[in-house]
């Protein structure tokens, strides 16, 4: 039987940068997690991630992240996601000092 | 130290050129990354968690001061004014752009550095002893040899696309300072019964999912015949080495799956083969390398500084009794720099630490520094009556911590901090164990003790020849740290043993201090080493320490 579909959003890193990003509903990119699209349609998931992976001269390596509602927007559900969103844990480097800049 | 003739100046230049229009294709999208990827990790550049990631090569770790002024330069023109140097004597920036990265790799060229071959499935960065030249123990100066494979392997054609990477390093001395026998190959220069000098060739160590410990392919390698010997040896892996599982592409299952013997026959044939292609060539490049590898001039000076200050200073004792190791000169001492301040990350360096210890090899240590394979940095030439004034310079920048060889002195990889492999973190529980022991002011206490820890199976932190390892895993969605104990990289490199289950981020360093207060408990003198202790008591009690409850269970 195959697995029920869970909530996903879709995520990159952009090319000059390689700074995680993420497809919003109106197909622009963002650096905050909470701005992207959350896909609870697994058809619609293969689509936006076929879009993603034709911006092959924006960003690198596209796939889909599980995430769920939260307060602010969609929030990682695995750890890992939740370090790319912020970044390191023993520098404040990355997302977690560039946010305000978004 | 080596110094570029024309030809590598030219060849490194054409190399710079040549992936500057390979990023300029990408960035104008006549590249996919697809087609790009190869050619970066060609030039030692990933992609990571956040961002990207330059690994450079430091050939067997020596870097004069110019150098290490320019990885600060480096640093602070195109990163976040630091660098992490790594367990195979490499330093790897965190945050560069893609577009710097030409210019980067340029800077680097200025002073005879690349990230040439640091990445993809080719001869990576050829390890030494960082005490080369210095140590006590030494038969020769290992560097020349090392320098040699790395001019040998570097765009060697037959060798740029094998199975799987493939890592070598050289020693010269009883003492394993360079984990040889964790190695794909190492060369071990050793002195035979009629005291004449060869390579002992060692094949199949290495870590990851399914650790190994090297085997020797040949005891007693005539020094002529070295690069042709170690070519065959990579020709027989090209071929028979597993192509289809990635897991088992090392040759350390090569060697497992086919045996030793049969491993030794192939070498042995391949070798007849290339031995008369050598026709002496690569004996006179040696010659000519060696003449770089001088000793310095040492000076002939008294040494009452240093006992002063040894005699009045506890803090400077305290270093001194921990961070030297004795130089083969007696009024010379090797000194360690602790990259692994209570708290901080381990082996990072900032562009000031780093404009610090150029300046004081410059000034105080003929120009030299060099990088371990646990993360320090060492000043391997240093006149005793100048390591006071040395302290006084590391002192005001941080370097000044007397820890090397005890608790706080940990091997740790990037980890999910920065690594796009990593299964868990591993620099947030170094930083908690290191700062929790010096909390404690146990550290002197507990003695020698070496704890690695690696944030995923593929070891970088060398976790399985901790004398306390820890593997950071993912299971089901949660950080989950797994001990292993009795662990050893030395010349007697033994595999730790895994003691149980894991523990949550939050239980790990309890469980530590736990094993820690038990050893202290166990050992029968203050003299016995917590890997001695476990070697005379086996796992039981230690398992008892980390597992309270499992023991009550079994004692009832």
Known sequence: MARAFTPKIVTANALIEGDVIYLTADDTWSRNHADAELITDEARAAVRLAFAEAQQDFLVGAYLADAVEGDAGPAPTHFREEFRSVGPSNYNHGKQVEQNNV | MYKYNDFDEGFLRARTAQFRKQVERRIAGNLTEEEFRPLRLMNGLYLQLHAYMLRVAIPYGTLNSRQMDQLAYIADTWDKGYGHFTTRQNIQYNWPKLSDVPDMLDALADVQMHANQTSGNTIRNV??????????????????????????????????????????????????????????????????????????????????????????????????????????VLSVYNLLGRRDNKYKARIKITVHENGLDTIRALVDERFAELRPTFAGGDQELLDEIRTHFQPPQFKNAPIDAFEAAYE??????????????????????IATISLKKHGETPGDATSAQMRQLAQIAREYAHDELRISHEQNVILPHVHKSHLPAIHALLRSEGLATANIGLISDIIACPGMDYCAL?????????????????????????????????????????????????????????????????????????????????????????????????????????????LQAYRRLGMAPFKDALYPEAAKKNAA
């Open chain 2, 127 to 232: 390890t030494s002893d960082p005490f080369a030249g210095a140590a006590i123990d030494e038969i020769e100066d290992p560097r020349p040899v090392a320098e040699l494979l790395r001019q040998w392997s570097t765009d060697h054609p037959e060798f740029q696309f094998l199975g799987r990477k493939f890592k070598i390093a050289v020693g010269a001395s009883e003492a394993d300072r360079a984990v040889l026998k964790s190695h794909d190959l190492a060369v071990n220069i050793v002195r035979n019964d009629a005291g004449e000098t060869g390579y002992q060739i060692l094949v199949g160590g290495g870590l990851g999912r399914t650790p190994m410990v090297g085997k020797v392919l040949n005891e007693f390698l005539p020094r002529e015949d070295l690069l042709p010997y170690v070519e065959a």
């Open chain 2, 312 to 333: 009045s200073d506890p803090v400077f004792r305290s270093w001194a009794d921990t961070n030297l190791a004795p130089h083969k000169n007696e009024n010379y001492a």
């Open chain 2, 422 to 530: 990593a299964t868990a973190r591993s620099i947030p529980v170094a930083q908690k164990i290191a700062t929790r022991f010096d909390e404690l002011k146990l550290e002197h206490e507990i003695g020698a003790l070496k704890i690695k820890i690696s944030g995923c199976i593929n070891a970088c932190g060398h976790h399985h020849v901790g004398h306390i390892g820890i593997l950071g895993l993912d299971r089901a969605g949660v950080e989950n740290y797994q001990i292993t104990l009795g662990g050893d990289g030395t010349e007697t490199t033994v595999i730790g043993e895994r003691a149980g289950p894991g523990f949550a981020y939050d239980e790990i360093v309890p469980a530590i201090e736990r094993l820690i207060h038990a050893y202290l408990e166990l050992r029968d003198s203050e003299e016995e080493t917590f």
